[in-house]
């Protein structure tokens, strides 16, 4: 019996640990891609329409590194008409989950300031 209590007593030890340098690594990216909620007035090519999702609970910024890499994949510089909400999913322990979406473009411009356009820079 004391076996297992220890056992399970580290197992919640390293699990926060493993966590927290999880958390610690994602805060520090920083990908340089621009989120607007609307169509900016700047000249842009369309690259492609992305969505990405976590599978259960969390907030929408969670997604932020997973959109990132999306859009630097893409070669994108920007992603704009961008939403993002909580959807219902289909099993029921992922009652709600964030969604993401927006639509991945290049500038036809080189000096684009993302704040001046009315976007956030992830």
């Known amino acids: 019996m004391k076996k297992f209590i220890l056992s399970t007593l580290s197992l919640f030890i390293f699990c ?12 520090n990216h920083h990908f340089g891609v621009c989120l607007i909620d609307g169509i ?4 842009y090519v369309v690259v492609k329409r992305v ?31 961008y939403n993002a909400s909580q959807r219902f999913g289909f099993w029921p322990w992922r009652v709600v989950r964030p969604v993401a979406t927006g639509t991945a473009v290049r500038w036809t411009t080189s000096n684009v300031n993302c704040q001046n356009v009315g976007g956030k820079e992830i």
């Not at 926060?16 to 805060?27: I, L």
């Not at 900016?40 to 000249?43: A, F, H, K, L, V």
Request: aromatic share 4%.
């Open 16 to 27: 926060g640990t493993s966590h927290a340098v999880t958390a610690t690594e994602k805060a």
């Open 40 to 43: 900016p007035s700047q000249q």
């Open 51 to 81: 969505k990405v999702a976590k599978g259960t609970y969390g907030s929408v910024e969670e997604l932020y590194p997973k959109l990132g890499n999306t859009a630097k994949k893409l070669n994108a510089d920007a992603i704009v008409d």
